[in-house]
């Protein structure tokens, strides 16, 4: 099995730097030979070219507003949109720039092309304020860091060890 963990975010907008800096963290260590991290940072189309190495699962980290408690972290089975079901005019407005590719984008524009993986997983952090424009995140988010690695890790270990979860 072959994993590509993709770190993204901007981390010009604070708690949005998160799945930069799950990313960054993880290159600095070991990790199995089996799990392939890259920083995306928020080059959306980086992703897809990145995905066309192949790969059996890509879970991707991301500061993701879900309603929850700021700081809390989610993982989250992800259904990719098929831009073939869509028409024309909704296909041309989600896809029209890709510099503006928000991992959804990136994760559709893969699976268009057929090097989207079977197993799609989210690994992502409710922010306090991911719009914003200034550097460093918040307490509560760069706490949850460490709690986002430990996850990355047990999915990793879930995908290798063939649990379904």
């Given at each position: 099995?072959?994993?590509?963990?993709?770190?993204?975010?901007?981390?010009?907008?604070?708690?949005?730097?998160?799945?930069?800096?799950?990313?960054?963290?993880?290159?600095?260590?070991?990790?199995?030979?089996?799990?392939?991290?890259?920083?995306?940072?928020?080059?959306?189309?980086?992703?897809?070219?990145?995905?066309?190495?192949?790969?059996?699962?890509?879970?991707?980290?991301?500061?993701?507003?879900?309603?929850?408690?700021?700081?809390?972290?989610?993982?989250?089975?992800?259904?990719?949109?098929?831009?073939?079901?869509?028409?024309?005019?909704?296909?041309?407005?989600?896809?029209?720039?890709?510099?503006?590719?928000?991992?959804?984008?990136?994760?559709?524009?893969?699976?268009?092309i057929g090097v989207l993986p079977p197993i799609v997983r989210m690994v992502a952090v409710q922010p306090v304020d991911?719009?914003?424009?200034?550097?460093?995140?918040?307490?509560?988010?760069?706490?949850?860091?460490?709690?986002?690695?430990?996850?990355?890790?047990?999915?990793?270990?879930?995908?290798?060890?063939?649990?379904?979860?």
């Amino acid at each position: 099995m072959k994993i590509l963990v993709a770190g993204v975010g901007n981390v010009l907008r604070g708690d949005d730097a998160f799945g930069v800096e799950v990313a960054n963290r993880l290159l600095s260590r070991d990790n199995p030979s089996e799990m392939h991290v890259v920083e995306t940072g928020i080059a959306g189309i980086q992703l897809v070219q990145d995905l066309q190495e192949g790969f059996d699962a890509v879970i991707v980290v991301d500061t993701v507003d879900r309603d929850r408690e700021p700081g809390m972290v989610m993982t989250i089975d992800y259904d990719v949109i098929d831009v073939h079901e869509l028409d024309h005019n909704t296909k041309y407005d989600l896809l029209a720039d890709m510099h503006l590719a928000t991992p959804e984008r990136s994760l559709m524009v893969a699976r268009a092309i057929g090097v989207l993986p079977p197993i799609v997983r989210m690994v992502a952090v409710q922010p306090v304020d991911a719009d914003t424009m200034h550097l460093g995140m918040s307490a509560v988010v760069e706490g949850a860091v460490d709690v986002a690695i430990v996850e990355v890790d047990r999915c990793v270990a879930s995908l290798l060890s063939g649990s379904p979860s």
